[in-house]
């Protein structure tokens, strides 16, 4: 009696084992995730491959560089452009795909001559798996611990989002931040330079009315 009282006392609660099935079942979503740099006048370009009827997304962001603008475009296998933008700050496409195959993603900053952009995308490919078994399939409603798993899933998805965005928000800002502390610096600099070229052509000019003009020798003989 005791030993059966001890042990049902140390038991997990259900709803953290309803919870740890779950992370054990989740299948994660096949992609990347990816900060990188581009150059004035470049091009770069990513590939995935993406099974016929599988559902892919892409989000992209530029975070410095220019006006935070880039082109984008999508291509399937064929050839064929399924998405294009020009001069972009940010954007999201989502596409069923029609086409087994490599599908061909392109930033390029063409454009732009001098301006250096750094520039931030999410590429996920497939379905997102349900959190419960045979969800989709049921007639009954969802008990009180299904209904805080979903809750709760729902929850850290918005979380998820809400961290990425702030995150990418704070390196726009340091970016910005960071040039408008280099640009202080350098008109400081030349404020300072200016000021002392213009106070030691003041003081030689003071000097010059109180010089006193000597005669020549010659000036005196004659």
Known sequence: MGRAGAHSASAPPPLLLLLLLLLLRAERLRGAELTFE????????????VEQGAKFSLDYQVITGGHYDVDCYVEDPLGNTIYRETKKQYDSFTHR?????????????????????T?????????????????????????????????????LKTVIDSQTHYRLREAQDRARAEDLNSR???????????????????????????????????????
């Not at 029609?98 to 930033?107: A, H, N, S, T």
């Not at 931030?120 to 805080?148: H, K």
């Not at 030691?200 to 003071?206: F, G, M, R």
């Open 119 to 155: 520039v931030y995308f999410d590429f996920q490919v497939g379905d997102e798996p349900p959190i419960l078994p045979d969800m989709g399939n049921r007639v009954t409603a969802l008990t009180q611990m299904e209904s805080a798993c979903v809750t709760i899933h729902e929850a």
């Open 97 to 117: 795909a029609e086409v087994k195959g490599v599908y061909q993603f392109c930033f390029s900053n063409e454009f732009s001559t001098f301006s250096h952009k």
């Open 38 to 49: 581009l150059p004035d006048s470049a091009k770069q370009c990513f590939h995935e491959d």
């Open 184 to 222: 202080v610096s350098y008109w400081s600099v030349g404020e300072t330079v200016a000021l002392f070229v213009v106070s030691l052509s003041q003081v030689l000019l003071l000097k010059s009315f109180f010089t006193e003009k000597r005669a020549s020798p010659r000036a005196l003989h004659s």
